[in-house]
């Protein structure tokens, strides 16, 4: 308690006067012999263990005037907020595999996988004919016979080509990176194959390496073993000395890598659809969550619904506000699932989600979210205005996401460009709306464009309580 929390003018009407008298009204009730101590004229009615006046004033004696303005009152504890978005919600695969594409470790394998390359080429043709065996016929033909230097040149022509496959590729993906022209929708499909194209040559070229090393080590490793009767061998002790040691080295190497290729190629993206649309889950709620403390509650409807009406009187594409009625329904009937009105943590929503969403066969899964979509976007738009197909410029966009979830204007701008192809109407934007919530393939970008949007871009103040 402080001096503002005593309202103004509290003591006027008080009046000062003297003390009341001490002396009771007479009592007309039986007599009893229990007196109250230091005052002989007040009797208790069969009281005897009450606590007198005297009594209270020495255990606890009253506060000093001064002390009223000086005491401060201990304000009531506030619950606690956990921003649950801060929070790594990337399981252990996914941050040993984005640590391991940024790391000094996989330019390392790449430089060693460039030097065993050139080298292999090298020795291959310095040596050509020199390391080979043969086997015999009873009659002296050659029945079947292995040259160990013309597959040494094999092995090495198809690492140099990998190494050269890939650093087109990544060159490729720096020039995308900085891009400022926008891709048209009727080009994507021929990018699309484009991709899926060099993904399988890629895959093929990787196979080809693993397999060629595994059987290069087959041949130099057993060089000398017996063979049969009738085998003849010939090799340089120098050559032979450089592939069986080399050989060792590669797979020391290289084998690792071959093994997390080969995770994340066939293992691993089954699951990583699972983690990649839960992750997209994650932003969705966060856009519903205005003070983001992990709870949509009803105060964050309330100012969701304050920032949809921004966005509604910014676009344009709506001449009314939807009606509170029908602003709440959609809320109750999508977001709240523990009742009206009722808050449900972004765990409790995305298991439903999980659960009606994720358990659906993958070309169902639009229609699932379609709804809930839809009546988002009803929020600001209306079904007449998408149909139109007016196109939404940049600012726009840029607008949209500035009120909607505080994403970075500069950030805003470099995923339209790079990601939202052109034109984008209203209709489009509500698709990539759908496919954010119910598309699972981590690889394409159809899936991807809102997720790129929001994904760890965002300005600090959304992290603010």
Same mark, same amino acid.
């Given at each position: ?99 391991? $594409? ?9 430089? &060693? ?41 094999? $092995? ?33 499909? !021929? ?24 059987? !290069? ?28 040691? &080399? ?61 949809? $009406? ?43 989600? $999980? !659960? ?99 994904? !760890? ?9």
């Amino acid at each position: 308690m402080s001096v503002g929390d005593i309202t103004q003018n509290s003591f006027t009407g008080m009046e000062k006067s003297g003390l009341l008298p001490t002396s009771p009204p007479a009592y007309s009730g039986p007599n009893t012999s229990n007196e109250l101590q230091g005052n002989s004229r007040i009797s208790v009615i069969g009281a005897a263990g009450i606590v007198t006046p005297d009594q209270v004033h020495e255990l606890s004696p009253p506060p000093a005037y001064d002390a009223i303005f000086t005491r401060r009152t201990t304000e009531p504890p506030r619950p606690h907020k956990s921003n649950n978005y801060k929070e790594d919600d990337r399981n252990l695969w996914e941050k040993v595999h984005e640590w391991f $594409e940024l790391s000094i470790l996989q330019l390392i394998i790449w430089l &060693a996988w460039l030097a065993f390359s050139i080298s292999f080429i090298v020795y291959g043709l310095m040596y050509d004919g020199q390391c080979n065996w043969k086997r015999y016929n009873k009659k002296g033909k050659v029945e079947q016979q292995e040259d160990l230097t013309g597959f040494m040149r094999v $092995e090495g022509g198809v690492m140099c080509g990998t190494i050269v496959f890939v650093l087109l590729c990544r060159l490729l993906a720096v020039l995308d990176r900085y891009r400022t022209k926008r891709h048209s929708r009727s080009d994507l499909e !021929g990018y699309k194959k484009c991709g899926g194209h060099l993904f399988f040559l890629g895959l093929g070229l990787y196979i080809a390496n693993f397999g060629l090393c595994i059987a !290069g080590a087959s041949k130099i490793i057993p060089f000398y073993k017996d063979k049969g009767s009738n085998t003849t061998f010939k090799c340089d002790q120098e050559f032979y000395s450089f592939y069986y040691y &080399a050989k060792i080295m590669e797979l020391v190497i290289l084998m690792p890598y071959a093994l997390y290729v080969i995770l994340a190629l066939f293992f691993v993206p089954n699951l990583q659809k699972k983690w990649f649309l839960r992750h997209k889950w994650r932003q969705w709620v966060r856009l519903l969550d205005a003070d983001q403390d992990g709870v949509i509650s009803a105060d964050d409807m309330e100012k969701t619904n304050a920032k949809l $009406e921004r966005i509604r009187i910014l676009v344009g594409a709506r001449n009314t506000a939807l009606s509170g009625a029908n602003q709440k329904k959609w809320w109750n009937d999508h977001i709240f699932k523990c009742g009206a009105g009722k808050d449900i943590s972004i765990e409790d929503y995305i298991s439903y989600l $999980e !659960g009606t969403v994720g358990a659906a066969p993958p070309h169902e899964r639009a229609n699932k979210v379609k709804p809930f979509i839809t009546g988002f976007f009803n929020f600001f738009s209306t079904e007449d205005y998408r149909k139109k197909n007016l196109i939404l410029g940049e600012e726009d966009f840029v607008k949209f996401w500035t009120i909607l979830a505080d994403v970075d204007e500069r950030h805003c701008r470099e995923k339209f460009v790079k990601h939202i192809p052109t034109p984008l109407t209203m209709a489009y934007f509500m698709e990539d709306f759908v496919a954010f919530t119910s598309h699972d393939e981590f690889w394409n970008e159809y899936g991807n464009r809102i997720f790129n949007v929001l994904k !760890g871009e965002r300005s600090d103040r959304c992290c603010k309580a």
